[in-house]
């Protein structure tokens, strides 16, 4: 199917005039999703789909189109809303499509061809066997809200008139499971999962204690009174905080003045022992990605060494803005232009495990759930507040389970604030992996 | 109805009858053709224009317990019979049936009159929309740095037939348009945002000034510039008119869907009849209010919009319904199942949620506050229906002082749990107003809500702030 999607995303570049430049993006997608419930299927999906997105540049003039199919005769409307669109535009003389840098991609080994040879009765099974063991792990565990195993095989295309020629193919498989917990008529939720490239790879036993340990270590939580403390935030939490400093750490951020480290490069703007790292070439990472959004090989780039800030990621239009080179960082689906961002980072280990790292502390909340990323984190400010959730811990133990509070700090004041960085590091389901981070200091709002 | 017929319906009977060969107890067919457009202009440049086309079918067939899906972007016959059988296969029944299905009996809804259609309007004026906005903060002579907007319209048409005969239709379209500025002082840098959205053609820009818009989004983040930390702990929290909608979605809205009532994924499962909330709270959720962001002919299930009494005077008088949900309970759907797209199942979801307005004066509420948060504007929020805690972010607030609003604080989150949090509403104003246009999201499913309230006070919440 690649050297189809291919030579669909050339067919339309073939089409370009000589005064324009022609991009081609083209994806197609074969998943299936199965739902569990009370030991029956409650939902199977099976489903196909694809797409097209064109982009025109024309005297400096961006335009875009996308539609959800990749009929022949639709390809032709795509391409001419494109470049009607680009009509409208305002010119711009840093506008302009990727070409071939010299930069060769690395090699990945992202597809496995489990998830297509796995028959959906076996699919189907995961689903049940994960919604029963779920449910058998615990007594307190009251029922389960929602089991599924679902995969997805996908493949895209990226071709511009300008030389640049890109497939690739990737495969992916998830297990997914929310449990309810009961005590006392309290009610508490968990969840597990387990993700691979192949079936093989995923691990039911493994989902479904940590659902249930989610859930039932919550059963008699309490709120927390307000004070300044001790956080240490477990790799869950950590990858999720990750993903928004390197949102900070885009140039098109920087470039529109929307970076609150802009002008720092250089500069000392973390905790000595960060040293923070965007490698979509790490097979280890779930987005790894032999090439960006515009067709350029991904690479290695290090944002924060020691504390340092090194670099900012760009994609084509930053670079040629800001006189510098792409770094391999544009992201995109077909139905958008391509912007700048992180494709898989984490932070360098550090040399103590976790269970060490919270040996040390006297008073602090190990935080293992966070609520409102979305609503409650400023990155352009960036002032930080997130719902939390998670457990006490006294004398360098972990105790009582603490519910229905807040984190606070800024992001810049947390990054100075970290620490610790234990040596574990887990690759998770987004496109970062976390390690339990220690910060001196953040803000508890509770009672 | 032509203009709503994607598919003859001669085929949708056929594709129908095929989807029920295998035994199933239902089947549905969901088309859909969108057209979207979006322009955005950036750093003062019109970065680009984007159109977007998206057709296809959703075909599900229920067998027993069980639900088959399957979705195509192949309208043929071919491809309709294809997906019908995946979805059939999927729904794994073992017996045969034929079942004739007949969609003689076309229902028509009541669609949304349109003033002007989004598509016959030139994209020059879209773009010249988009220029104004920016133009008019940076002629303002206000400490703003950067000015992004966002013009954006849509045209959806639908069409639902399924086996009990229901054969139905919509065509619903939908204007926004957004700003949003960063502002630049000693202290770094603030933002600020507003959006308009609403179920209505280019109409929109007849009632709404952009320019009106950009500058409430430039005023906001230059206010800002001079905010304190936000306190932390608990306190009484005044919300302005229009700003609560997001604290009721999340404090109780999601846990007044039944499927996860159904699942006792809900903290107000079993509590139909009970008071749940103090006894000046009445709650509604309205798919039919004209031009509102959740406004809806049908939902995604070929069911009339409703309007829902949820909770009336305090006391929990119904959950939002789907087809699955309703036909398991013997009633009927209450016009809440809806879907991103023809690519998703639907399920339980809100359209315009609402408190009605109380008699309090909203002056009165914020003098009557000794010490607490003024939240004019909220952000988004979630919530875990199982135990009721919920966030919401503020993106404008001020700090009550004496019964005076004082310094503007910084962005946060609050957080509170639900069924307490209605019991804490302790003051509701009659100045009822509608919030800014939302999409609410749910098992990674996305649709347009619209929610309003009038001023509100929760006598505890706790405000997230960094102050101490």
């Known amino acids: 199917m690649s050297a189809e999607l291919i030579e669909i995303a050339e067919l339309v570049t073939s089409w370009s005039d000589s005064d324009e430049q022609v991009e081609a993006v083209v994806t197609s997608d074969r998943e299936t999703e199965v739902r569990a419930y009370e030991g029956e299927i409650e939902s199977l999906t099976v489903a196909e789909s694809q797409g097209i997105g064109v982009r025109v540049i024309k005297d400096g003039r961006q335009g875009f189109a996308y539609a959800g199919t990749l009929e022949e005769n639709e390809l032709l409307e795509v391409l001419s809303e494109a470049r009607d669109n680009a009509s409208f535009a ?102 597990g999962f387990s993700i691979g490239r192949n079936p093989d790879e995923l691990d039911v036993v493994k989902a479904a204690s940590d659902a249930s340990d989610r859930a039932t270590r919550m059963l008699g939580s309490t709120k927390p009174k307000s004070e300044r403390l001790t956080v240490v935030l477990d790799p869950w939490v950590s990858a999720q905080f990750l993903q928004i400093v390197g ?28 040293s923070l790292v965007d490698d979509p070439t790490n097979p280890q990472a ?66 103590r495990d976790p ?17 409102g990323l979305h609503s409650g984190v400023n990155p352009i400010s960036g002032d930080f507040s997130t719902g939390a959730e998670g457990l006490r811990i006294s004398n360098g133990e972990l105790s009582e389970p603490l519910r229905e509070f807040t984190i606070g700090s800024t992001i810049q004041k947390m990054l100075k604030d970290v620490s610790e960085v234990g040596s574990d590091l887990e690759w998770l389901p987004m496109s970062s992996a976390g390690s339990t981070v220690v910060i001196n200091e953040l803000t508890v709002s509770g009672a | 109805m032509t203009e709503i017929q994607i598919v003859s319906s001669d085929l949708l009977e056929e594709v129908l009858s095929s989807a029920m060969k295998s035994g199933g107890s239902f089947a549905e067919i969901f088309v859909e053709d969108r057209r979207s457009t979006s322009a955005v202009l950036d750093d003062g440049l019109v970065e680009e224009l984007n159109n977007g086309r998206d057709r296809g079918a959703g075909i599900r067939v229920v067998s027993g317990e069980t639900t088959g899906f399957a979705h195509t972007a192949d309208l043929s016959a071919s491809g309709l019979h294809k997906a019908a059988e995946a979805a059939s296969s999927a ?34 004026r879209k773009v010249a929309l988009l220029k104004s906005a920016d133009e008019s903060v940076r002629d303002a002579g206000l400490p703003v740095t950067q000015v992004a907007a966002r013009y954006g319209d849509s045209h959806r048409v639908l069409q639902i037939a399924n086996s009990e005969g229901l054969l139905t239709g919509d065509r619903q379209i939908r204007s926004s348009f957004s700003v949003s500025c960063v502002a630049a002082g000693d202290a770094g ?75 006792s994924a809900s903290v107000f499962a079993g509590k139909q009849g009970e008071m749940v909330a ?45 087809w699955q949900r309703a036909r398991k309970h013997g009633r009927l759907s209450s016009g809440n199942g809806r879907r991103q797209s023809y690519r998703h199942l639907p399920m339980v979801r809100m359209t315009n949620t609402f408190l009605a307005a109380g008699d309090g004066n909203p002056q009165e509420i914020i003098e009557d506050t000794e010490y607490g948060i003024y939240v004019a504007q909220l952000g988004g929020g979630q919530v875990n229906t199982a135990t009721g805690d919920f966030v919401f972010g503020m993106t404008e607030a001020y700090l009550i002082e004496n019964g005076k609003l004082a310094a503007p604080i910084r962005d946060g989150n609050l957080i509170g749990n639900g069924p307490q949090v209605l019991l804490d509403i302790d003051a509701i104003a009659g100045d009822f107003a509608m919030g800014s246009p939302g999409t609410c999201g749910k098992d990674g499913q996305g649709v347009p809500v619209g929610d309003g309230t009038p001023t509100l006070r929760v006598k505890r919440l706790t405000v997230g702030g960094t102050a101490t």
């Open chain 2, 278 to 322: 103090a006894p000046n709270v009445t709650l509604i959720d309205d798919g039919t209010m004209v031009g509102e962001w959740g406004r809806f002919a049908i939902d995604d299930e070929g069911n009339p919009a409703h309007q829902n009494v949820l909770i009336e005077d305090g006391v929990l008088t119904d959950y939002m319904w789907d």
């Open chain 2, 189 to 263: 840098m603030q933002t600020g945002r507003e959006s308009v959205g609403r179920t209505v053609g280019f109409e929109l820009f007849e009632d709404t000034n952009v320019d009106e818009v950009a500058l409430k989004a430039a005023t906001r983040a230059v206010t800002k510039l001079d905010s304190v930390p936000a306190p932390s702990g608990e306190m009484p929290v005044v919300v302005g008119p229009g700003g609560g909608g997001v604290l009721f979605h999340e404090a109780c809205g999601h846990g007044l869907e039944a499927d996860l009532i159904e699942k």
């Open chain 2, 91 to 124: 729904a794994r029944s073992n017996s045969e049936a034929v079942v004739e299905v007949d969609l003689s009996n076309e229902s028509t809804p009541n669609i949304s009159e349109i003033e002007i259609f989004p598509k016959e309007v030139s994209k020059s």
């Open chain 1, 355 to 371: 269970v060490d790292l919270i040996a040390g502390i006297d008073n602090g909340i190990l935080v293992q759930s966070v609520t």
């Open chain 1, 247 to 274: 949102s900070t750490l885009s140039a098109e951020m920087v470039l529109k003045g929307r970076s609150l480290f802009a002008d720092r490069l250089g500069e000392t703007v973390a905790s000595p022992i960060i």
């Open chain 1, 90 to 191: 305002s010119p711009d003389e840093f506008s302009g499509l990727a070409e071939p840098d010299g930069v060769e991609s690395v090699s990945l080994d992202v597809y496995s061809d489990g998830v297509d040879s796995l028959a959906t009765s076996e699919k189907i099974d995961y689903a049940l066997e994960l919604e029963k063991l779920t449910l058998a792990t615990d007594k307190r565990i009251s029922g389960i809200e929602s089991s599924e195993y679902t995969d997805v095989v996908s493949e895209s295309a990226i071709a511009t008139s300008t030389g640049i020629r890109s497939s690739s193919k990737e495969s992916g498989c998830c297990l997914m499971v929310y449990a309810l917990a009961e005590e006392k008529g309290e009610t508490q939720t968990g969840f």
């Open chain 1, 286 to 351: 779930f987005t790894a990605t032999e090439t960006d959004g515009e067709g350029l090989a991904t690479r290695r780039n290090v944002l924060i060494e020691n504390g340092e800030l090194k670099m900012f990621l760009h994609n084509v239009w930053t670079a040629r803005k800001a006189a510098s080179t792409s770094t391999g960082s544009a992201i995109r689906s077909y139905a958008s232009t391509p912007g700048v961002g992180i494709q898989a980072i984490s932070l360098k280990p550090g040399g």
